[in-house]
């Protein structure tokens, strides 16, 4: 999914995206017979720092989304034919900074999603 398709879903449909995005993660790495690194996702996105209201995953990737969102204006804005960049991406960033790589497979794992709320009106 795009990140402009992303940001226009409701905040709850964007929660259980990114939710759904983290379990996919957990699962293709399962599948590859990688259930330490599907373990290194679990923690990272269920282990929150003292004072923080959300997990270091989270904080994390909204972190690499803002700068990817900023990164993907930019392209667009230099060649208007540019590849958006995805949800998907900044996951992946998310992960690989922590020492976990994805499968090719994982980019494939939210195919099917279809939001379940109206769109945010801006």
């Not at 995005?21 to 929150?48: C, I, M, P, S």
């Not at 909204?62 to 204006?73: G, K």
């Not at 976990?100 to 801006?122: A, E, G």
Request: aromatic share 6%; net charge negative; no cysteine.
């Amino acid at each position: 999914m795009t990140i402009v398709q992303f940001d226009k879903m409701g905040q709850n449909d964007q929660a259980e995206y990114v939710g759904l995005l983290v379990g996919g993660a957990e699962q293709v790495l399962k599948d590859e017979g990688r259930a330490d690194l599907a373990a290194k996702v679990e923690e990272l996105f269920t282990t929150t720092d003292p004072g923080d209201a959300h997990t270091n995953g989270v904080v994390e990737f909204q972190m690499n989304l803002a700068l990817a969102r900023v990164a993907d204006d930019k392209r667009v804005e230099r060649d208007p034919s540019a590849r958006r960049l995805t949800v998907e991406v900044a996951m992946a960033v998310t992960l690989k900074k922590n020492g976990i790589d994805l499968p090719q497979s994982f980019f494939s794992v939210m195919k099917d999603f279809k939001p379940k709320y109206p769109p945010q009106q801006k």
